[in-house]
């Protein structure tokens, strides 16, 4: 009789979750027909789609497709990276610079015989233009005043930018070439300034194929040769791309650039921040009337760090705004500059992390202790922006569902990613749908490659967190935003 029971409840229990696997993929509701159509759709025939929605509250799953198919994220990632980074620096953290000075000064004559440091701390928003605090390097204005106020009239050494907490290689190696010598492809720098980028303002010609012209750039760049190889072409937006390495002040500029245009705005990523920064405060303190030697760094100059054995005197130390602050630009405004010095500080937080992980494995441990399934997830940088990367949709939707039900940074975490049709990537998303007001979503697209993943509250009350990652479709990406505004659509007004 005991066996018989317990085929009984071995069949109840299959049967249980063939029903809930059919409800799941069958059930005829407006999520499974969007995604199904989506499927279907002759633009997405070679496409690859991992989808999933789940009820933060129960835990049901909604909908999904391919659920634990690995694909690149593109700058959802960037969901993955701000989440770990609140769990560990705290919404709280500041990132902090210390102005510095080694050596004596002569209190008579005013002379340092020393150095001036810059020790960098891997702030990225120092001189950002994207808070009302730091833009304008206004930093510089009170670094000039520090050194003022210590009696330094005139620097009988150098001033040296440390950008040595991250190390040497400031740009992800799984990057691609036509990507890091452009603004979005800056990498993550120990003394990062100004969002790591520089301006070229291009007139165009009004014939085809005519020649452009730079007319000047901003900030200047002491020492960066460009060579201009762009077109003028019947096309309306940007469609160069700057090709350099870091640390090479060459620049090859490509492409094609709209016809009759002034002052056409192109940025680049500087090729070394810290070397700019110091070059920066030479400046300005020259500038003041106060002379020094040359601005340089340890990794130009190496021997500076083998004698910089004296002693280091505080002048001054600017902090960064709040990492919540930090959080909400970096997934309203999907900087991948931002996102990488998350990645890199976390990485440095979390330097005492089980040692039998390699380094880039750091966020998958995290996770992991979390009681994510890790398989098939693969994280190379913080941003998003490396086709190497591969995560599921149902990994994305365990982190959004921890953070939202799990997490002291819940809101906060919630509050960074921006509502659909009305702020950041996706404001002219959804528009005339329940979707506004209901969704919030971080989008990410590379090409083609495009990703959606966030929260909803449904027409029914709901709260629902999902993912959707499309990688090879054949359409444009403009196009294939549109045929998924259905989907985000549908997610919205599901009403059971």
């Known amino acids: 009789m005991k066996y018989f ?20 993929y069958t059930e005829n509701h407006t999520i499974n027909t969007a995604i199904k159509n989506l499927k279907n759709d002759k633009d997405f025939k070679n496409a690859s789609i991992s989808f999933f929605v789940q009820d933060v509250n129960s835990g049901e799953v909604i909908s999904s497709l391919n659920p634990d198919l690995s ?4 700058s959802t990632q960037k969901l993955l990276t701000t989440a770990t980074a609140l769990e560990i620096l705290g919404s709280n953290y500041k990132f902090k610079t210390r102005l510095e000075y080694s050596g004596k000064i002569d209190k008579q004559t005013g002379i340092l015989n020393g150095n001036i440091i810059i020790k960098g701390g891997g702030d990225p928003a120092l001189g950002s233009k994207y808070f009302s605090q730091t833009e304008n390097m206004k ?26 907490l991250y190390g040497c290689q400031t740009v992800p190696p799984k990057w691609t070439w036509e990507d890091m010598g452009n603004y979005f492809g800056a990498g993550p720098n120990g003394l990062t300034v100004h969002d790591n980028l520089y301006t070229l303002y291009f007139n165009t010609s009004s014939a085809k194929g005519g020649k452009t012209k730079i007319t000047k750039t901003e900030p200047e760049v002491p020492g960066l040769k460009i060579t201009n190889n762009v077109k003028s072409d019947a096309v309306h937006s940007d469609l160069s791309y700057i090709f350099g390495a870091p640390y090479s002040n060459y620049r090859i500029i490509e492409g094609r650039l709209p016809l009759n ?10 090729p070394d921040p810290a070397l700019f920064t110091a070059q920066s405060l030479k400046k300005k303190l020259k500038k003041n009337g106060i002379s020094s030697g040359a601005a340089t760094t340890f990794r130009i100059n190496p021997d500076l760090r083998k004698n910089n054995t004296a002693e280091h005197h505080l002048l001054y130390t600017t902090y960064s705004p709040e990492l919540k602050e930090i959080i909400r630009i970096t997934n309203f405004k999907s900087i991948n500059l931002f996102a990488e010095h998350l990645y890199k500080q976390t990485q440095l937080k979390l330097a005492d992390f089980d040692k039998t992980e390699t380094d880039k494995d750091f966020i998958k441990h995290f996770w992991r202790n979390r009681g994510l399934n890790t398989q098939g997830m693969f994280v190379f940088d913080g941003s998003g922006l490396s086709r190497y990367n591969g995560i599921t ?11 939202k039900t799990e997490s002291k940074n819940s809101q906060i975490f919630y509050e960074s990613i921006p509502s659909v049709g009305k702020e950041g990537t996706v404001k002219n998303m959804c528009k005339g749908t329940y979707a506004v007001n209901n969704m919030r979503a971080k989008s990410g697209s ?51």
Do not use: H
């Not at 949709?393 to 953070?403: D, I, N, P, R, S």
């Not at 590379?446 to 509250?457: D, E, F, S, T």
């Open 139 to 164: 930093f510089l204005d009170n670094w000039a005043r520090a050194i003022y106020k210590a009696g330094i009239k005139f620097i009988d050494g150098k001033i040296i930018g440390d950008a040595s």
């Open 261 to 270: 245009k002034t002052n056409f705005k192109v940025k680049g990523s500087l």
């Open 71 to 74: 694909l690149a994220p593109a």
């Open 446 to 496: 590379l090409k083609n490659v495009r990703a959606y993943a966030g929260y909803v509250k449904t027409k029914s009350g709901r709260e629902l967190a999902f993912s959707v990652i499309m990688n090879n479709f054949t359409c444009s990406s403009a196009e294939a935003r549109k045929k998924t505004e259905k989907l985000l659509a549908a997610i919205a007004e599901f009403n059971r």
């Open 393 to 403: 949709a149902e990994q994305l939707v365990f982190v959004l569902k921890y953070m």
């Open 5 to 24: 029971t317990r085929i009984f409840f071995l069949l109840l229990v299959l049967l249980t979750s063939f029903r809930t696997f059919a409800q799941i």
